[in-house]
């Protein structure tokens, strides 16, 4: 049977009685805590992007040796881990009222709250980050909002996914903007102006009647080339009107 994941313990770190809690290692008195070092490995991936972030960076903004470091966290990868509870942990979340469109678009609008201030959470892949005590206060509210309402166990686990992974598609759609922007110099609305003519040149000859109407009434009405905002309305509401009629529909059939 394998070990225990060691990065366990530093999540539950609070949690944890003090009989469990991870023993120090030998050596001088530490200065920092485990939460100042997450805290500052935040700070640099919301300032420069997940991959920017290394140990040795980290080592050097906190102003301990790198191998000092290492007696906090084990490795990068635990770091990681320890970073997406520790944002989720900062959220606050609403208690759930009886309005069940409502509770459903918090789960939504949390996510992509959270993923819009901290883009770097949309690099982070292939860990376990679900084993932390905040992901799992945050799995047990969201299935809160829809405990009760008439789906199975595996369909509530399914909507909050889905809901999630919407407010994270919308979030990751203006992340892609704005380093869009950066990258360029430009907003979107400043390369339309620069390109709409030489564009119109290229694709003389060619009809476009459907994409040419739509095109232009979005574009009036978004003053971009998209408006997350609206998608991430437009969207949820879809979404919601079909779980809300799945509901409706079964409320019919048993009835």
């Known amino acids: ?19 469990e809690a991870p023993t120090p ?9 485990v939460d100042d070092v997450v805290d500052a490995a935040i700070e640099l991936a919301d300032r420069d992007s997940l991959p920017a972030l290394s140990m040795r960076v980290l080592a050097t903004h906190l102003g301990i040796g790198a191998m000092t470091l290492y007696t906090y966290v084990p490795n990068r990868t635990d770091l990681i881990v320890l970073m997406v509870d520790q944002v989720f942990g900062r959220r606050s979340l609403p208690p759930h009222g009886d309005d069940l469109r409502a509770r459903l678009e918090a789960v939504a609008r949390i996510q992509h709250q959270d993923c819009r201030e901290h883009p770097w959470l ?3 892949a292939g860990i376990r980050a679900w084993l932390g005590p905040h992901v799992a206060d945050r799995y047990e509210w969201q299935l809160a909002a829809v405990e009760g309402i008439g789906l199975d166990d595996v369909e509530m686990d399914q909507t909050i996914t889905l809901l999630a992974s919407f407010g994270t598609s919308i979030a990751r759609a203006e992340h892609a903007v704005r380093q869009a922007e950066r990258e360029s110099g430009m907003t979107d609305a400043q390369w339309w102006e620069a390109n709409a003519g030489p564009l119109g040149e290229v694709m003389a000859g060619r009809d476009y009647p459907l994409a040419g109407r739509v095109g232009s009434a979005a574009g009036e009405a978004y003053q971009a ?19 809300l009629a799945l509901l409706a529909e079964r409320r019919g059939a048993a009835g």
């Open 122 to 124: 949309l690099e982070v």
């Open 25 to 33: 290692r030998r050596g001088p008195r530490q200065r920092l805590s």
């Open 225 to 243: 080339a998209s408006d997350p905002g609206r998608e991430l309305d437009f969207g949820l509401a879809r979404i919601i009107d079909g779980v």
């Open 1 to 19: 049977m394998p070990d225990p994941d060691p990065v366990l313990a530093l999540l539950w770190r609070h949690a944890a009685p003090a009989a």
